[in-house]
């Protein structure tokens, strides 16, 4: 069965590994789903990932974070889907939980959060929130 949205199935997997309280969690490798990865890693939100073989292919070892037993993650929600994209501009970015959390954007520029995308002043697709 082919997977038609893959950032989905990621931010899925990071939801479900935290509440089961699991160390990491291990998703198919992609350049997208890396770079979004790197925006959670700079932000504080994973200790970090890994590449790895699995079965043949390709795949991320996501290490998890807690902070005093609780998952460093409390929500992650995709924002554009496959059916219904969403784009925003530099100055229109959504602000999460008034500034405390983060929304993964992608950009000309790369994948950026939202305050960094506002600092470069770039725009694009709203991929996900999280806090």
Known sequence: MALTDPL??????IRN?????????VSPA?????RVLD??????YIRGYSEEELAGHNGLR??????????AIQHVARVSKP???VYS???????VRNGLGITIVSTPKG????????????GGEVLAEVF
């Open 8 to 13: 989905g199935d990621l931010l899925t997997r």
């Open 83 to 85: 059916g219904r994209r």
């Open 17 to 25: 590994g935290q509440r089961a309280r699991k160390d990491s969690v």
């Open 30 to 34: 992609s350049k997208l789903r890396a």
């Open 89 to 95: 501009g530099s100055k229109e970015l959504p602000r």
């Open 62 to 71: 996501i290490e998890l974070k807690y902070f005093e037993g609780q998952p």
């Open 111 to 122: 994948v950026l959060s939202d305050a960094e995308a506002r600092e470069q002043n770039v």
């Open 39 to 44: 925006v959670l890693q700079r932000e504080g």
